[in-house]
């Protein structure tokens, strides 16, 4: 579901059909966020690209915390629902995400150099301009050197383009993105809510 009209599933030829399989794939169906680069599809080409080179240099502890405080920061529901489900089940408790999403970092179990790292992501996101230099000297305090903190910074910016393009055309999350501990599921949609309708796909599934 979605604000604009976008090519279904079945429906998809050339390079978008090839866009959605690629997709299903990966996630076993054809997620939302795809549906609404249907009209251009070389966009989300271009954000795989983007994002594979952003992530390449970072472990992906770190990859997900900052992606998580940015998605949080900037209200989607989708984003936020895909990266705390992967903190929660693999480097996590749902507790500890959960406190993260309220900002309560010292009641997570995380290092003194990742709450510096969260600060500066969410600051990034909510006004970038704000950004001091008492932000780059907590990471630097901490251990993190000038290329790891370009590497956060790339993150998070990254990740502002993703969610606000997606959530702008009225995107939604889609059902599988909820499938946690119902408590932290709650807590993490709280931008749009998660679609009702069952996912498309394409192939042998297609409907």
Same mark, same amino acid.
């Given at each position: 579901?979605?604000?604009?009209?976008?090519?279904?599933?079945?429906?998809?030829?050339?390079?978008?059909?090839?866009?959605?399989?690629?997709?299903?794939?990966?996630?076993?169906?054809?997620?939302?966020?795809?549906?609404?680069?249907?009209?251009?599809?070389?966009?989300?080409?271009?954000?795989?690209?983007?994002?594979?080179?952003?992530?390449?240099?970072?472990?992906?502890?770190?990859?997900?915390?900052?992606?998580?405080?940015?998605?949080?920061?900037?209200?989607?529901?989708?984003?936020?629902?895909?990266?705390?489900?992967?903190?929660?089940?693999?480097?996590?408790?749902?507790? /500890?995400? *959960?406190? &993260? #999403?309220?900002? !309560?970092?010292?009641? @997570?179990? %995380?290092? +003194? $150099?990742?709450?510096?790292?969260?600060?500066?992501?969410?600051?990034?996101?909510?006004?970038?301009?704000?950004?001091?230099?008492?932000?780059?000297?907590?990471?630097?305090?901490?251990?993190?050197?000038?290329?790891?903190?370009? /590497?956060? *910074?790339? &993150? #998070?910016?990254? !990740?502002?383009?993703? @969610?606000? %393009?997606? +959530? $702008?055309?009225?995107?939604?999350?889609?059902?599988?993105?909820?499938?946690?501990?119902?408590?932290?599921?709650?807590?993490?949609?709280?931008?749009?809510?998660?679609?009702?309708?069952?996912?498309?796909?394409?192939?042998?599934?297609?409907?």
């Amino acid at each position: 579901m979605s604000f604009i009209e976008t090519i279904r599933a079945s429906d998809s030829t050339g390079e978008v059909r090839a866009m959605y399989e690629r997709q299903q794939r990966a996630w076993g169906y054809v997620p939302n966020y795809a549906k609404v680069f249907s009209h251009r599809p070389a966009v989300l080409a271009a954000w795989a690209n983007l994002i594979a080179v952003i992530r390449a240099p970072v472990d992906r502890r770190t990859f997900e915390l900052v992606t998580f405080a940015a998605a949080r920061a900037l209200g989607s529901s989708s984003c936020s629902l895909a990266h705390g489900k992967i903190l929660s089940e693999n480097h996590l408790s749902a507790h /500890d995400v *959960a406190a &993260i #999403a309220d900002e !309560r970092d010292n009641d @997570a179990a %995380l290092t +003194e $150099a990742e709450r510096a790292m969260l600060r500066f992501a969410r600051q990034l996101i909510r006004d970038s301009s704000a950004v001091t230099q008492t932000h780059i000297d907590a990471m630097r305090a901490c251990g993190i050197d000038d290329a790891r903190i370009v /590497d956060i *910074a790339c &993150i #998070a910016a990254g !990740r502002a383009f993703f @969610a606000n %393009l997606v +959530e $702008a055309l009225g995107c939604r999350p889609d059902p599988a993105l909820a499938d946690m501990d119902a408590e932290l599921a709650a807590a993490l949609t709280f931008g749009r809510p998660v679609d009702a309708e069952a996912p498309e796909r394409i192939g042998a599934d297609e409907r």
